[in-house]
Protein backbone atom coordinates (compact mmCIF):
# COMPACT_ATOMS: atom_id res chain seq x y z
CA UNK A 1 0.00 0.00 0.00
CA UNK A 2 2.67 2.81 -1.61
CA UNK A 3 2.16 5.48 -3.54
CA UNK A 4 1.84 2.48 -6.27
CA UNK A 5 -1.72 2.34 -5.25
CA UNK A 6 -3.33 5.03 -6.90
CA UNK A 7 -2.09 3.74 -9.86
CA UNK A 8 -3.46 0.19 -9.75
CA UNK A 9 -6.54 1.93 -9.04
CA UNK A 10 -6.80 3.66 -12.21
CA UNK A 11 -5.89 0.14 -13.54
CA UNK A 12 -8.43 -1.69 -12.12
CA UNK A 13 -11.18 1.40 -12.71
CA UNK A 14 -10.38 1.26 -16.44
CA UNK A 15 -11.18 -2.31 -16.88
CA UNK A 16 -14.61 -2.53 -17.23
CA UNK A 17 -14.51 1.04 -19.44
CA UNK A 18 -12.63 -0.48 -22.13
CA UNK A 19 -15.25 -2.12 -23.07
CA UNK A 20 -17.33 0.44 -24.11
CA UNK A 21 -15.22 2.20 -27.34
CA UNK A 22 -16.45 5.85 -26.58
CA UNK A 23 -16.47 5.54 -22.71
CA UNK A 24 -14.67 8.91 -22.98
CA UNK A 25 -17.79 11.15 -24.70
CA UNK A 26 -19.39 10.21 -21.35
CA UNK A 27 -16.61 11.95 -19.57
CA UNK A 28 -17.41 15.66 -17.74
CA UNK A 29 -14.14 17.16 -16.44
CA UNK A 30 -14.40 20.30 -14.33
CA UNK A 31 -11.22 22.10 -12.58
CA UNK A 32 -10.59 24.67 -10.16
CA UNK A 33 -7.49 26.06 -8.31
CA UNK A 34 -5.41 28.95 -7.00
CA UNK A 35 -2.46 30.76 -6.64
CA UNK A 36 -1.80 32.19 -2.97
CA UNK A 37 1.60 34.08 -1.56
CA UNK A 38 1.17 33.67 2.48
CA UNK A 39 3.27 35.67 4.63
CA UNK A 40 4.01 35.56 8.55
CA UNK A 41 5.61 39.25 9.98
CA UNK A 42 7.10 38.89 13.19
CA UNK A 43 5.62 41.75 15.56
CA UNK A 44 8.44 40.59 18.35
CA UNK A 45 11.98 39.75 18.61
CA UNK A 46 11.10 36.64 20.29
CA UNK A 47 13.20 33.97 18.43
CA UNK A 48 11.95 30.07 18.25
CA UNK A 49 14.23 28.61 21.38
CA UNK A 50 13.87 25.60 20.16
CA UNK A 51 16.21 26.49 17.30
CA UNK A 52 19.92 27.51 17.24
CA UNK A 53 20.16 30.69 16.81
CA UNK A 54 17.27 31.43 18.92
CA UNK A 55 18.59 29.43 22.38
CA UNK A 56 18.89 32.09 24.94
CA UNK A 57 21.86 30.74 26.41
CA UNK A 58 23.62 31.93 23.42
CA UNK A 59 26.45 34.48 23.44
CA UNK A 60 25.55 34.59 27.28
CA UNK A 61 28.87 33.79 29.91
CA UNK A 62 26.99 30.43 32.24
CA UNK A 63 29.37 29.26 35.09
CA UNK A 64 29.52 25.35 35.89
CA UNK A 65 30.70 23.76 38.35
CA UNK A 66 31.40 20.09 37.70
CA UNK A 67 32.24 16.74 39.63
CA UNK A 68 31.41 13.29 38.68
CA UNK A 69 30.08 11.36 41.60
CA UNK A 70 32.19 8.90 40.89
CA UNK A 71 33.73 7.14 44.46
CA UNK A 72 36.81 8.46 45.21
CA UNK A 73 36.26 11.05 42.46
CA UNK A 74 38.84 14.37 42.18
CA UNK A 75 37.17 18.01 43.93
CA UNK A 76 34.55 20.14 41.91
CA UNK A 77 36.13 22.07 38.95
CA UNK A 78 34.48 25.61 38.35
CA UNK A 79 34.82 27.09 34.89
CA UNK A 80 32.26 29.43 32.62
CA UNK A 81 31.22 28.83 29.34
CA UNK A 82 28.87 30.36 26.07
CA UNK A 83 27.50 28.71 23.57
CA UNK A 84 29.62 30.42 20.73
CA UNK A 85 26.12 31.44 18.35
CA UNK A 86 24.89 34.79 17.69
CA UNK A 87 20.86 34.90 18.06
CA UNK A 88 18.87 35.55 15.05
CA UNK A 89 16.86 38.34 13.82
CA UNK A 90 14.24 37.03 11.97
CA UNK A 91 11.13 39.78 10.22
CA UNK A 92 9.40 36.57 9.15
CA UNK A 93 8.26 33.46 10.17
CA UNK A 94 6.37 32.03 6.94
CA UNK A 95 7.18 33.67 3.34
CA UNK A 96 5.32 30.94 0.80
CA UNK A 97 3.80 31.23 -2.83
CA UNK A 98 1.47 28.46 -2.64
CA UNK A 99 -0.83 26.79 -5.48
CA UNK A 100 -3.22 24.19 -5.84
CA UNK A 101 -5.14 22.44 -8.98
CA UNK A 102 -8.08 20.65 -8.29
CA UNK A 103 -9.05 17.89 -10.83
CA UNK A 104 -13.15 16.15 -11.03
CA UNK A 105 -13.62 13.79 -13.45
CA UNK A 106 -17.13 12.37 -13.69
CA UNK A 107 -16.51 8.98 -15.65
CA UNK A 108 -19.50 7.00 -15.34
CA UNK A 109 -22.81 8.24 -13.92
CA UNK A 110 -21.64 6.35 -10.47
CA UNK A 111 -17.86 6.61 -10.26
CA UNK A 112 -16.16 10.09 -10.31
CA UNK A 113 -11.85 10.38 -10.69
CA UNK A 114 -10.60 13.33 -8.21
CA UNK A 115 -7.02 14.79 -7.56
CA UNK A 116 -5.57 17.78 -6.14
CA UNK A 117 -2.20 18.94 -6.69
CA UNK A 118 -0.33 20.98 -4.57
CA UNK A 119 3.22 22.93 -4.61
CA UNK A 120 4.90 24.97 -2.25
CA UNK A 121 7.86 27.08 -2.47
CA UNK A 122 9.86 29.05 0.23
CA UNK A 123 10.55 32.16 -1.07
CA UNK A 124 12.60 33.64 1.88
CA UNK A 125 14.94 31.07 3.78
CA UNK A 126 15.05 30.90 7.35
CA UNK A 127 17.89 32.51 9.39
CA UNK A 128 19.87 30.11 11.24
CA UNK A 129 22.70 28.01 11.40
CA UNK A 130 24.46 26.49 9.18
CA UNK A 131 26.34 23.49 9.56
CA UNK A 132 28.37 23.65 6.72
CA UNK A 133 29.58 27.01 7.51
CA UNK A 134 29.77 27.26 10.86
CA UNK A 135 33.24 26.60 12.33
CA UNK A 136 33.67 22.81 14.07
CA UNK A 137 29.80 22.41 13.94
CA UNK A 138 29.19 19.17 12.25
CA UNK A 139 26.12 17.27 13.85
CA UNK A 140 25.09 13.97 11.86
CA UNK A 141 22.10 13.97 10.12
CA UNK A 142 21.40 15.31 6.93
CA UNK A 143 18.44 17.30 8.57
CA UNK A 144 20.98 18.93 11.19
CA UNK A 145 23.03 20.29 8.62
CA UNK A 146 20.99 23.42 7.62
CA UNK A 147 17.30 24.20 7.61
CA UNK A 148 15.69 22.06 5.85
CA UNK A 149 12.03 23.01 5.63
CA UNK A 150 9.97 19.77 3.61
CA UNK A 151 11.60 17.07 3.67
CA UNK A 152 10.63 14.51 5.78
CA UNK A 153 13.30 11.54 6.30
CA UNK A 154 13.16 8.68 8.44
CA UNK A 155 16.05 6.14 9.66
CA UNK A 156 16.43 2.71 7.16
CA UNK A 157 19.86 1.51 7.95
CA UNK A 158 21.45 4.55 5.81
CA UNK A 159 22.77 6.65 8.56
CA UNK A 160 20.24 8.67 10.66
CA UNK A 161 18.22 10.87 8.02
CA UNK A 162 18.79 7.97 5.44
CA UNK A 163 15.71 8.09 3.49
CA UNK A 164 13.61 10.13 2.06
CA UNK A 165 9.90 11.28 3.12
CA UNK A 166 8.06 7.96 2.91
CA UNK A 167 4.84 10.04 2.54
CA UNK A 168 2.52 8.99 -0.38
CA UNK A 169 2.66 10.78 -3.77
CA UNK A 170 5.06 13.32 -2.39
CA UNK A 171 7.85 15.34 -3.83
CA UNK A 172 9.87 17.26 -1.04
CA UNK A 173 13.46 19.65 -0.85
CA UNK A 174 14.30 22.32 1.05
CA UNK A 175 12.70 24.73 0.35
CA UNK A 176 9.95 22.93 -1.70
CA UNK A 177 7.35 20.40 -1.55
CA UNK A 178 4.74 19.11 -4.37
CA UNK A 179 2.43 16.40 -3.40
CA UNK A 180 -1.44 15.34 -4.11
CA UNK A 181 -3.25 15.23 -0.97
CA UNK A 182 -6.32 13.65 -2.74
CA UNK A 183 -5.80 11.32 -5.76
CA UNK A 184 -8.97 8.71 -5.54
CA UNK A 185 -11.93 7.29 -7.13
CA UNK A 186 -15.59 7.78 -5.49
CA UNK A 187 -18.02 5.36 -6.30
CA UNK A 188 -21.56 6.35 -5.46
CA UNK A 189 -24.20 3.78 -5.83
CA UNK A 190 -27.37 4.65 -4.08
CA UNK A 191 -26.81 4.29 -0.57
CA UNK A 192 -23.20 3.10 -1.11
CA UNK A 193 -20.60 5.47 -1.33
CA UNK A 194 -16.71 4.02 -1.97
CA UNK A 195 -13.31 5.96 -1.86
CA UNK A 196 -10.03 4.15 -2.95
CA UNK A 197 -7.13 6.25 -3.18
CA UNK A 198 -4.92 8.60 -1.41
CA UNK A 199 -7.32 10.84 0.73
CA UNK A 200 -8.21 12.54 4.07
CA UNK A 201 -10.43 11.14 6.35
CA UNK A 202 -12.27 13.72 8.92
CA UNK A 203 -13.97 12.57 11.31
CA UNK A 204 -14.42 15.81 13.44
CA UNK A 205 -15.46 19.09 12.91
CA UNK A 206 -14.11 21.15 16.38
CA UNK A 207 -11.78 24.21 15.84
CA UNK A 208 -8.67 23.32 17.85
CA UNK A 209 -9.78 19.98 19.38
CA UNK A 210 -9.54 16.56 18.12
CA UNK A 211 -11.65 13.85 19.86
CA UNK A 212 -13.87 11.83 16.72
CA UNK A 213 -10.86 12.52 14.50
CA UNK A 214 -8.84 9.83 14.76
CA UNK A 215 -8.22 8.57 11.08
CA UNK A 216 -5.03 11.25 10.45
CA UNK A 217 -2.13 12.34 12.14
CA UNK A 218 -1.21 16.29 11.23
CA UNK A 219 1.17 17.58 8.98
CA UNK A 220 2.94 20.50 10.66
CA UNK A 221 5.32 21.69 8.46
CA UNK A 222 4.19 24.74 7.03
CA UNK A 223 2.43 26.60 9.34
CA UNK A 224 2.26 24.02 12.07
CA UNK A 225 -1.13 25.00 14.27
CA UNK A 226 -0.91 28.94 13.66
CA UNK A 227 -3.25 28.91 10.55
CA UNK A 228 -6.29 30.67 9.82
CA UNK A 229 -8.53 28.91 12.75
CA UNK A 230 -11.86 28.57 10.18
CA UNK A 231 -10.14 26.05 8.16
CA UNK A 232 -9.91 23.88 10.86
CA UNK A 233 -7.58 21.33 10.25
CA UNK A 234 -8.43 20.50 6.27
CA UNK A 235 -4.85 21.54 5.73
CA UNK A 236 -3.44 19.49 8.03
CA UNK A 237 -4.32 15.69 8.12
CA UNK A 238 -2.14 13.51 6.57
CA UNK A 239 -3.22 11.73 3.61
CA UNK A 240 -2.74 7.97 3.19
CA UNK A 241 -3.28 5.62 0.73
CA UNK A 242 -7.35 4.01 2.31
CA UNK A 243 -10.21 2.46 1.28
CA UNK A 244 -13.46 4.12 2.68
CA UNK A 245 -16.98 2.34 2.50
CA UNK A 246 -19.88 4.40 3.93
CA UNK A 247 -23.30 3.19 3.73
CA UNK A 248 -26.87 4.70 4.91
CA UNK A 249 -29.38 2.46 6.41
CA UNK A 250 -32.39 3.76 8.18
CA UNK A 251 -30.85 7.50 8.76
CA UNK A 252 -27.86 6.14 10.14
CA UNK A 253 -24.31 6.48 8.13
CA UNK A 254 -22.10 3.37 8.39
CA UNK A 255 -18.91 4.66 7.97
CA UNK A 256 -15.68 2.76 8.08
CA UNK A 257 -11.92 2.70 6.64
CA UNK A 258 -8.92 0.99 6.23
CA UNK A 259 -5.49 2.73 5.40
CA UNK A 260 -1.89 2.78 5.16
CA UNK A 261 -0.18 3.89 8.55
CA UNK A 262 1.25 7.56 8.44
CA UNK A 263 2.34 10.10 10.90
CA UNK A 264 1.97 13.29 12.34
CA UNK A 265 4.74 15.02 10.59
CA UNK A 266 6.87 17.64 13.09
CA UNK A 267 8.48 20.24 11.84
CA UNK A 268 12.15 19.82 11.19
CA UNK A 269 15.34 20.91 13.31
CA UNK A 270 15.87 24.58 12.91
CA UNK A 271 13.12 25.87 10.79
CA UNK A 272 10.51 28.09 12.11
CA UNK A 273 7.90 26.40 14.23
CA UNK A 274 9.95 23.44 15.35
CA UNK A 275 8.90 21.96 18.75
CA UNK A 276 11.55 19.92 19.20
CA UNK A 277 15.29 21.09 20.73
CA UNK A 278 17.32 21.04 18.36
CA UNK A 279 20.41 19.97 20.81
CA UNK A 280 18.33 16.50 19.71
CA UNK A 281 18.61 14.27 16.94
CA UNK A 282 15.64 12.11 15.99
CA UNK A 283 16.10 8.66 14.42
CA UNK A 284 12.64 8.33 13.44
CA UNK A 285 11.90 3.97 13.29
CA UNK A 286 8.82 4.76 11.02
CA UNK A 287 10.39 1.65 8.24
CA UNK A 288 9.51 -0.46 11.29
CA UNK A 289 6.11 0.01 10.97
CA UNK A 290 5.70 1.71 7.50
CA UNK A 291 3.74 -1.32 5.87
CA UNK A 292 0.95 -0.91 8.58
CA UNK A 293 -2.38 -0.25 8.67
CA UNK A 294 -4.57 1.31 10.80
CA UNK A 295 -8.38 0.37 10.54
CA UNK A 296 -11.97 1.61 12.00
CA UNK A 297 -15.41 2.42 11.97
CA UNK A 298 -17.83 4.91 13.01
CA UNK A 299 -21.86 5.03 13.30
CA UNK A 300 -24.03 7.77 12.99
CA UNK A 301 -28.12 8.32 13.02
CA UNK A 302 -31.13 9.77 14.59
CA UNK A 303 -32.52 8.29 17.59
CA UNK A 304 -35.67 10.18 18.53
CA UNK A 305 -34.87 13.36 19.47
CA UNK A 306 -30.70 12.96 19.34
CA UNK A 307 -28.62 11.82 17.02
CA UNK A 308 -25.81 9.90 18.41
CA UNK A 309 -22.51 8.48 17.14
CA UNK A 310 -20.25 5.66 17.92
CA UNK A 311 -16.74 4.76 16.68
CA UNK A 312 -13.72 2.38 16.75
CA UNK A 313 -10.74 2.06 15.70
CA UNK A 314 -7.40 0.55 15.83
CA UNK A 315 -4.44 2.34 15.14
CA UNK A 316 -0.74 3.72 15.40
CA UNK A 317 -0.80 6.54 17.55
CA UNK A 318 0.53 8.85 15.09
CA UNK A 319 2.71 11.79 17.55
CA UNK A 320 4.65 8.58 18.53
CA UNK A 321 6.99 8.58 21.34
CA UNK A 322 10.49 9.21 22.23
CA UNK A 323 13.57 7.45 24.01
CA UNK A 324 17.15 7.81 24.56
CA UNK A 325 18.63 5.52 22.06
CA UNK A 326 22.69 5.12 20.82
CA UNK A 327 24.01 7.58 18.89
CA UNK A 328 26.15 5.70 16.69
CA UNK A 329 28.27 9.05 16.34
CA UNK A 330 32.06 7.69 16.43
CA UNK A 331 33.54 11.46 17.25
CA UNK A 332 36.64 11.55 20.05
CA UNK A 333 36.08 13.64 22.62
CA UNK A 334 38.50 16.54 21.81
CA UNK A 335 41.83 15.92 22.94
CA UNK A 336 41.40 12.36 23.90
CA UNK A 337 41.57 10.41 20.91
CA UNK A 338 40.12 6.71 20.51
CA UNK A 339 36.74 7.98 22.85
CA UNK A 340 35.05 7.49 19.70
CA UNK A 341 33.82 4.00 20.15
CA UNK A 342 32.60 4.65 23.55
CA UNK A 343 30.78 8.13 22.56
CA UNK A 344 28.34 6.25 19.73
CA UNK A 345 27.66 3.56 22.45
CA UNK A 346 26.35 6.44 24.46
CA UNK A 347 23.20 8.67 23.88
CA UNK A 348 25.14 11.71 22.99
CA UNK A 349 27.66 13.00 20.27
CA UNK A 350 30.02 15.58 21.22
CA UNK A 351 29.26 18.57 18.84
CA UNK A 352 29.02 22.45 19.75
CA UNK A 353 24.99 22.80 18.64
CA UNK A 354 24.67 20.06 21.80
CA UNK A 355 24.08 21.33 25.17
CA UNK A 356 27.12 23.34 26.77
CA UNK A 357 25.82 23.32 30.79
CA UNK A 358 23.59 22.09 33.37
CA UNK A 359 21.95 25.71 33.44
CA UNK A 360 21.23 24.93 29.97
CA UNK A 361 19.61 20.80 30.00
CA UNK A 362 17.23 21.85 33.42
CA UNK A 363 15.91 24.92 30.96
CA UNK A 364 15.35 23.28 28.16
CA UNK A 365 13.99 19.74 29.67
CA UNK A 366 11.48 21.85 31.59
CA UNK A 367 10.49 23.71 27.57
CA UNK A 368 10.18 19.64 26.22
CA UNK A 369 8.41 18.68 29.13
CA UNK A 370 11.32 16.23 30.48
CA UNK A 371 12.35 15.73 33.87
CA UNK A 372 16.09 16.69 34.06
CA UNK A 373 17.03 14.35 36.79
CA UNK A 374 15.29 11.14 35.89
CA UNK A 375 16.19 12.04 32.03
CA UNK A 376 19.98 12.05 33.51
CA UNK A 377 20.00 8.93 35.45
CA UNK A 378 18.40 7.10 32.77
CA UNK A 379 21.04 8.19 30.19
CA UNK A 380 23.72 6.30 32.42
CA UNK A 381 21.67 3.35 33.97
CA UNK A 382 20.62 2.20 30.56
CA UNK A 383 23.94 2.92 28.73
CA UNK A 384 26.20 1.06 30.87
CA UNK A 385 29.31 2.05 29.05
CA UNK A 386 28.63 5.69 30.58
CA UNK A 387 29.27 4.03 34.13
CA UNK A 388 31.78 2.11 33.00
CA UNK A 389 33.92 4.85 31.02
CA UNK A 390 33.37 7.53 33.41
CA UNK A 391 32.38 5.61 36.68
CA UNK A 392 29.40 7.96 36.87
CA UNK A 393 25.98 7.11 39.19
CA UNK A 394 22.59 7.96 38.77
CA UNK A 395 21.88 10.87 40.96
CA UNK A 396 18.92 11.92 43.90
CA UNK A 397 19.16 15.30 43.63
CA UNK A 398 19.15 18.52 41.91
CA UNK A 399 22.73 19.91 43.29
CA UNK A 400 23.66 16.21 42.54
CA UNK A 401 22.51 16.38 39.08
CA UNK A 402 23.95 19.68 38.58
CA UNK A 403 27.54 18.88 39.08
CA UNK A 404 27.50 15.53 37.27
CA UNK A 405 26.04 17.30 33.94
CA UNK A 406 28.88 19.87 34.26
CA UNK A 407 31.45 17.21 34.64
CA UNK A 408 30.55 15.80 31.80
CA UNK A 409 30.22 19.23 29.55
CA UNK A 410 33.39 19.86 30.84
CA UNK A 411 34.99 16.47 30.45
CA UNK A 412 33.68 15.87 26.95
CA UNK A 413 32.34 19.38 25.80
CA UNK A 414 29.19 20.06 24.45
CA UNK A 415 27.52 17.24 23.80
CA UNK A 416 23.86 16.18 21.61
CA UNK A 417 21.57 13.87 22.96
CA UNK A 418 19.71 11.69 20.50
CA UNK A 419 16.01 10.24 20.62
CA UNK A 420 14.55 7.86 18.71
CA UNK A 421 10.91 8.25 17.67
CA UNK A 422 8.99 4.92 17.79
CA UNK A 423 5.30 4.21 17.13
CA UNK A 424 2.56 1.64 19.21
CA UNK A 425 -1.15 0.29 18.56
CA UNK A 426 -3.83 1.64 21.01
CA UNK A 427 -7.33 0.60 20.61
CA UNK A 428 -10.00 4.08 20.50
CA UNK A 429 -13.31 4.00 21.41
CA UNK A 430 -15.52 6.94 20.96
CA UNK A 431 -19.28 7.89 21.46
CA UNK A 432 -20.93 11.25 20.75
CA UNK A 433 -24.43 12.90 21.87
CA UNK A 434 -26.27 16.35 19.90
CA UNK A 435 -29.38 17.93 20.47
CA UNK A 436 -30.54 21.20 18.67
CA UNK A 437 -32.58 22.54 21.04
CA UNK A 438 -36.03 24.60 20.22
CA UNK A 439 -36.98 27.92 22.31
CA UNK A 440 -38.91 31.36 21.16
CA UNK A 441 -37.62 32.83 17.92
CA UNK A 442 -34.58 34.92 18.13
CA UNK A 443 -33.64 33.57 21.20
CA UNK A 444 -29.83 32.17 22.28
CA UNK A 445 -31.64 28.83 22.62
CA UNK A 446 -33.12 28.27 19.74
CA UNK A 447 -31.42 26.13 17.17
CA UNK A 448 -28.53 26.19 19.81
CA UNK A 449 -26.93 22.83 18.40
CA UNK A 450 -24.99 21.06 21.44
CA UNK A 451 -22.52 18.46 21.04
CA UNK A 452 -20.75 15.98 23.54
CA UNK A 453 -17.94 13.43 22.27
CA UNK A 454 -15.99 11.33 24.66
CA UNK A 455 -13.09 9.30 23.26
CA UNK A 456 -11.18 6.44 25.55
CA UNK A 457 -8.16 5.15 24.09
CA UNK A 458 -7.09 1.86 25.39
CA UNK A 459 -3.04 1.63 26.65
CA UNK A 460 -2.26 4.85 24.79
CA UNK A 461 1.52 5.02 24.73
CA UNK A 462 3.39 8.11 26.01
CA UNK A 463 6.90 9.40 25.79
CA UNK A 464 8.25 9.06 29.53
CA UNK A 465 9.73 12.24 30.41
CA UNK A 466 12.92 10.50 31.87
CA UNK A 467 13.28 9.59 27.97
CA UNK A 468 13.52 5.80 29.08
CA UNK A 469 13.03 2.97 26.81
CA UNK A 470 10.04 2.04 29.08
CA UNK A 471 7.29 4.15 27.99
CA UNK A 472 4.21 5.68 30.26
CA UNK A 473 1.29 3.58 29.69
CA UNK A 474 -2.43 4.54 30.26
CA UNK A 475 -5.62 4.58 29.56
CA UNK A 476 -6.71 8.03 28.49
CA UNK A 477 -10.08 9.72 28.66
CA UNK A 478 -11.04 12.56 26.50
CA UNK A 479 -14.14 14.44 26.57
CA UNK A 480 -15.57 17.78 24.70
CA UNK A 481 -18.65 19.80 25.00
CA UNK A 482 -19.30 21.88 21.93
CA UNK A 483 -22.38 24.78 21.97
CA UNK A 484 -22.99 26.45 18.45
CA UNK A 485 -25.46 28.11 16.98
CA UNK A 486 -25.80 31.08 14.36
CA UNK A 487 -27.60 34.14 15.77
CA UNK A 488 -29.37 37.28 14.08
CA UNK A 489 -27.87 40.39 16.17
CA UNK A 490 -29.49 42.86 13.48
CA UNK A 491 -31.61 43.33 10.99
CA UNK A 492 -28.57 44.75 9.01
CA UNK A 493 -25.96 42.64 9.43
CA UNK A 494 -26.05 38.61 8.68
CA UNK A 495 -26.90 36.00 11.09
CA UNK A 496 -23.46 35.73 13.77
CA UNK A 497 -21.67 31.91 13.85
CA UNK A 498 -20.84 31.57 17.49
CA UNK A 499 -19.32 28.15 18.80
CA UNK A 500 -18.06 27.45 22.46
CA UNK A 501 -16.07 24.87 23.23
CA UNK A 502 -14.50 23.00 26.49
CA UNK A 503 -11.83 19.60 26.03
CA UNK A 504 -10.79 17.58 29.29
CA UNK A 505 -7.88 15.38 28.67
CA UNK A 506 -7.43 12.91 31.72
CA UNK A 507 -3.08 11.63 30.83
CA UNK A 508 -1.80 14.58 28.30
CA UNK A 509 -2.02 17.82 27.32
CA UNK A 510 -3.51 18.99 23.73
CA UNK A 511 -0.57 18.16 22.06
CA UNK A 512 0.01 14.53 23.22
CA UNK A 513 2.92 15.38 25.99
CA UNK A 514 2.34 13.34 29.69
CA UNK A 515 1.43 15.69 32.30
CA UNK A 516 4.10 14.11 34.66
CA UNK A 517 6.65 16.40 32.55
CA UNK A 518 5.02 19.25 33.24
CA UNK A 519 6.48 21.95 35.54
CA UNK A 520 10.30 21.87 34.84
CA UNK A 521 12.65 24.86 34.59
CA UNK A 522 15.75 26.13 34.83
CA UNK A 523 15.59 25.59 38.92
CA UNK A 524 13.42 22.93 39.67
CA UNK A 525 12.72 19.11 37.55
CA UNK A 526 9.14 18.26 37.01
CA UNK A 527 9.26 15.71 39.59
CA UNK A 528 9.62 18.30 42.05
CA UNK A 529 6.71 20.16 40.87
CA UNK A 530 2.80 19.66 41.54
CA UNK A 531 1.79 18.98 38.32
CA UNK A 532 -1.37 19.13 36.53
CA UNK A 533 -3.80 16.36 37.06
CA UNK A 534 -5.92 16.32 33.99
CA UNK A 535 -5.60 19.18 31.31
CA UNK A 536 -8.78 21.01 30.12
CA UNK A 537 -9.07 23.87 27.26
CA UNK A 538 -11.93 26.26 26.35
CA UNK A 539 -11.85 27.48 22.69
CA UNK A 540 -14.14 30.12 21.32
CA UNK A 541 -15.25 31.37 17.86
CA UNK A 542 -17.26 34.06 16.50
CA UNK A 543 -18.05 34.71 12.68
CA UNK A 544 -19.35 37.83 11.55
CA UNK A 545 -20.31 38.63 7.99
CA UNK A 546 -20.89 42.01 6.54
CA UNK A 547 -24.06 43.60 5.09
CA UNK A 548 -22.45 43.11 1.36
CA UNK A 549 -21.11 40.00 2.09
CA UNK A 550 -17.59 41.19 0.98
CA UNK A 551 -16.23 41.61 4.23
CA UNK A 552 -16.28 39.40 7.32
CA UNK A 553 -15.02 39.29 10.79
CA UNK A 554 -13.47 36.21 12.83
CA UNK A 555 -12.36 35.86 16.04
CA UNK A 556 -11.24 32.42 17.52
CA UNK A 557 -9.67 32.31 21.56
CA UNK A 558 -8.20 29.05 22.55
CA UNK A 559 -7.42 29.22 26.62
CA UNK A 560 -5.25 26.56 28.49
CA UNK A 561 -6.76 26.94 32.00
CA UNK A 562 -3.13 26.38 33.25
CA UNK A 563 -2.25 29.82 32.43
CA UNK A 564 -2.05 30.28 28.46
CA UNK A 565 -4.00 31.61 25.22
CA UNK A 566 -3.98 32.12 21.98
CA UNK A 567 -5.87 34.68 20.26
CA UNK A 568 -6.31 35.26 16.65
CA UNK A 569 -8.35 37.65 15.18
CA UNK A 570 -9.04 38.28 11.42
CA UNK A 571 -10.35 39.96 8.31
CA UNK A 572 -11.37 38.65 5.02
CA UNK A 573 -11.84 40.91 2.16
CA UNK A 574 -13.60 38.95 -1.19
CA UNK A 575 -15.42 41.70 -3.20
CA UNK A 576 -16.51 38.90 -6.32
CA UNK A 577 -14.44 37.55 -9.18
CA UNK A 578 -11.21 35.91 -8.46
CA UNK A 579 -9.70 37.34 -5.61
CA UNK A 580 -9.42 37.34 -2.46
CA UNK A 581 -7.75 38.81 1.07
CA UNK A 582 -7.30 37.21 4.54
CA UNK A 583 -5.22 39.17 7.33
CA UNK A 584 -5.03 37.43 10.32
CA UNK A 585 -3.01 37.86 13.89
CA UNK A 586 -1.88 35.50 16.12
CA UNK A 587 -1.39 36.27 19.65
CA UNK A 588 0.00 33.90 22.19
CA UNK A 589 0.98 34.32 25.39
CA UNK A 590 1.87 31.16 27.72
CA UNK A 591 2.58 33.41 31.20
CA UNK A 592 -0.63 34.35 32.69
CA UNK A 593 -1.63 33.33 36.20
CA UNK A 594 1.61 32.77 38.89
CA UNK A 595 2.08 29.43 37.19
CA UNK A 596 5.17 28.75 35.54
CA UNK A 597 4.82 28.69 31.41
CA UNK A 598 5.79 24.89 31.75
CA UNK A 599 2.35 24.32 33.20
CA UNK A 600 0.56 24.73 29.98
CA UNK A 601 0.60 23.68 26.63
CA UNK A 602 0.49 26.74 24.51
CA UNK A 603 3.89 28.53 26.40
CA UNK A 604 5.29 25.73 23.60
CA UNK A 605 4.33 28.71 21.16
CA UNK A 606 4.76 31.58 23.10
CA UNK A 607 7.60 32.99 20.52
CA UNK A 608 5.07 33.12 18.05
CA UNK A 609 3.14 36.33 17.59
CA UNK A 610 3.02 36.93 14.29
CA UNK A 611 0.51 39.13 11.50
CA UNK A 612 -0.11 36.97 8.45
CA UNK A 613 -1.27 37.81 5.38
CA UNK A 614 -3.48 35.76 2.18
CA UNK A 615 -3.95 36.79 -0.93
CA UNK A 616 -5.47 34.34 -3.12
CA UNK A 617 -6.16 34.22 -6.97
CA UNK A 618 -8.71 31.72 -8.01
CA UNK A 619 -9.66 30.11 -11.15
Known amino acids: MKGKFGLL???????????????????NISTSGFLRPEVSIKTTSDENPFNQLGNPFNSRTVSRTGQNNAPGAAPAITDEVSRPFPTADNEFNYTIMRGEFN??????????????????????????????????VNPAGKLNQRPNLFEYRVENGDGVHGRETPM????????????????????????????????????????????????????????SLLDYVPEEFSDKRVPSPAIRASYMVGGWEMD?????????????PNTPYNTIGSQFTVHDQYGEVDKEANYGIRMKGPAGPVTLQFMAARRYGPEGTFRWTQSGVNKAIPGLP?????????????????????????????????????????SVEEFPIVGAAFGSQPVASDAEARLLLDYFYQTAGPLRGHIAREYHRENVFGAGISHVFRGAPGSLLDQLIANIEVQYADDRTFTNPNLSREHIVDDEWTAALVLEKYQKFSYTFPATYMVLQWMHKSESDIFGRHLSGMGGSVDETARQTSTPSSANYIAFAVQQPFPNLIWRADLAVLYDVEGGMLVQP??????????????????????????????????????????????????
Request: charged share 20%; aromatic share 14%.
Open 9 to 27: AIFAAGIPMAAHADWWEDI
Open 338 to 378: GTGPVMAQTAFEVDPTGVHSADEWFTYAGLSRLDAISALNT
Open 256 to 268: AFVQHFRPTIYAN
Open 168 to 223: ALEIAGQDYMMDLPKFFFDYQRGPLNLRIGNQQIAWGQSIFFRVMDVPNGLDLRRH
Open 103 to 136: FDARLTSNLRFIAEVRGIYDVDRYDNIDGNEAPG
Open 570 to 619: AMRWKPGGPWAVEAFYNLVDGELGSKKPSYNALSTADYADELTMRVTYQF
